[in-house]
Nanobody, 117 residues
Framework: QVQLVESGGGLVQPGGSLRLSCAASGRIFSINYMGWYRRAPGKQRELVASITSGGSTNYVDAVRGRFTISRDNAKNTVYLQMNSLKSEDTAVYYC???????????WGQGTQVTVSS
């Protein structure tokens, strides 16, 4: 069984920064894909950023240049550094991983990010 534990969400003023973390534990030996998604009120969940095992990254246009995704393979952890936050970044953020070998997808429980003055 694999568990994902997210942390780092909260309330921040526009222009501020937050760093999200997502740590995977349990019966997982390698991680192929790691990504961050978000669901804003009244909208569908969307991909924010992703990173492959080789380090290739991808960002949605709305966050490119403001957000940075990174991973620590030794800790099975993925991070999302969010700078210059805007009110439209307010959402529940979820991490997703895809394991190597079986290519099974796992989701975190979600962490709330609220950008407001």
């Amino acid at each position: 069984q694999v568990q994902l534990v997210e942390s780092g969400g909260g309330l921040v003023q526009p222009g501020g920064s937050l760093r999200l973390s997502c740590a995977a534990s349990g019966r997982i030996f390698s991680i192929n894909y790691m990504g961050w998604y978000r669901r804003a009120p009244g909208k569908q969940r969307e991909l924010v950023a992703s990173i492959t095992s080789g380090g290739s990254t991808n960002y949605v246009d709305a966050v490119r240049g403001r957000f940075t995704i990174s991973r620590d393979n030794a800790k099975n952890t993925v991070y999302l550094q969010m700078n210059s936050l805007k009110s439209e970044d307010t959402a529940v953020y979820y991490c997703k991983i895809i394991s190597g070998g079986t290519y099974t997808a796992y989701w975190g429980q979600g962490t709330q990010v609220t950008v407001s003055s």
